[in-house]
């Protein structure tokens, strides 16, 4: 659910026509949320994204102000990580800003430092509506009985194939298939192409996750880590014997792509991501790029849910009526579709998923898979995480990096990971 690149102030200006003004932005950390003396509220949101990202929602803020005239939005911005680094600063020194982007990895931590501004309440006074989600959706951001994000959007893990390279192999996925099926399907990729199979999954935390509830686990529980060392042995030893035969992509090289993808690159055939992202594939690679089903233990539990960026309010805002109305019509309000399409996921509530209708192949085949895994029934529901979980991700993928590159061994990967993340819950 992560977007990094980073933002191009050059690019930025030459959307705008020069002025950084016309994209509302503030310099960083300006101010705070006021009002003024003819009642006219201001409020500030923040997000993390790139100039696509950010020249689409202020297009929405535009629709927002001719409907709300009397509340201003002053926005912000930064690519994923810059953003947590400047919002746990502004968070510490108590000047959050009124609304911002959030995901399930960081509910609990900052509900742990009273910060998240409980919404029950506002949607109770009918400032803000819960019904007409997709799929639960309205449940995503309650953790402890306490309303702390809205879902803008929803996206699932998913197997992003070159579909040329798996055609030429003569391999094709079917719901349901094993892992077993899996390992085959990638023996005959790197045998009859020029490709891995598999750019690397185990560092992805939330693939793991879905492995692990395949097999009655999970990654976290409501207060720590679901699994133990000898499991994370187990995965990663794996790790390394898929890469040294092949079968996985050279973590040193996947490495040496990076911004793109291992796919694009052609250095693998297929990874694991959040199905929402396919667009990019697109945009970098010269080939043909498609969804493929989860892999699963038993040939029936994927162990898959459906994720979300969520918006959440500050609790120290001076205008939670006012916030509670902005995030009801960035979920609900048909022109929102339109103009975000799938930026954040597929659209959350059902005004929204029917107002946009996708006319680009790649938008076509997201929609199609989510309604794919409604229709089946495999959907499950997500474990809120612990407060500390962001700390945990960070570690698990750096770790699993390190593991592919022979800079540190499996089990002391694993004692490292555990070390970290034990400091990270508290536990």
Not at 33 to 62: H, M, P, Q
Not at 323 to 341: C, L, N, S
Not at 344 to 356: I, L, M
Not at 380 to 407: K, N, Q, Y
């Amino acid at each position: 659910m992560r977007m990094a690149r980073r933002v191009d102030r050059r690019a930025m200006l030459k959307i705008t026509g020069g002025s950084v003004a016309a994209l509302g932005l503030t310099a960083a950390g300006c101010g705070g949320s006021g009002g003024s003396g003819d009642g006219t509220v201001t409020l500030r949101y923040s997000w993390w994204g790139a100039d696509d990202r950010a020249k689409r929602i202020n297009e929405t803020i535009e629709l927002f102000e001719k409907k709300y005239p009397k509340i201003k939005i002053k926005t912000d911005f930064q690519p994923y990580p810059d953003f947590w680094k400047k919002f746990n600063t502004q968070a510490s020194g108590g000047n959050p800003p009124d609304v911002f982007q959030n995901a399930i990895g960081f509910l609990r931590k900052y509900d742990a430092k009273n910060v998240l501004l409980d919404l029950h309440q506002q949607a109770k006074a009918g400032h803000l509506r819960l019904d007409g989600f997709r799929a639960g959706l309205e449940k995503f951001g309650e953790v402890d009985g306490k309303l702390l994000g809205v879902p803008v959007g929803s996206n699932s893990m998913a197997l992003v194939i070159d579909k040329h390279i798996y055609t030429k192999a003569g391999v094709k996925p079917e719901p349901g298939w094993t892992w077993d099926e899996f390992d085959a399907a990638l023996k005959k990729i790197r045998d009859k192409t020029d490709r891995a199979g598999d750019s690397g999954m185990h560092g992805v935390m939330y693939m793991y996750d879905l492995y692990l509830r395949q097999n009655g686990k999970a990654f976290f529980t409501e207060k720590g880590l679901g699994f133990t060392e000898a499991d994370l042995t187990d995965w990663w030893t794996k790790a390394e014997r898929d890469t040294k035969s092949g079968i996985v992509a050279p973590t040193k090289k996947v490495v040496q792509a990076k911004p793109k993808s291992a796919v694009t690159a052609e250095l693998a055939a297929g990874e694991f991501t959040w199905d929402n992202f396919t667009n990019r594939y697109s945009a970098e690679g010269k080939s043909e790029y498609g969804l493929a089903p989860i892999p699963t233990t038993d040939g029936k539990k994927t162990g898959q849910y459906l994720g979300s960026l969520m918006l959440s309010a500050s609790k120290r805002t001076k205008h939670p009526k006012e916030v509670a109305q902005f995030i009801d019509f960035m979920v609900h309000d048909p022109e929102v579709a339109k103009i975000m399409g799938y930026d954040r996921g597929v659209p959350a509530t059902t005004a929204q998923f029917e107002a946009f209708e996708p006319t680009d192949p790649v938008a076509k085949e997201i929609a199609a898979y989510e309604e794919s895994l409604v229709a089946s029934g495999v959907l499950e529901p997500i474990t809120p995480h612990p407060a500390g979980a962001d700390v945990c991700e960070t570690a698990f993928m750096r770790l699993a990096e390190e593991v592919g590159l022979g800079t540190r061994s499996v089990d002391e990967a694993v004692k490292q990971f555990f070390t970290e993340s034990k400091t990270a819950l508290g536990s």
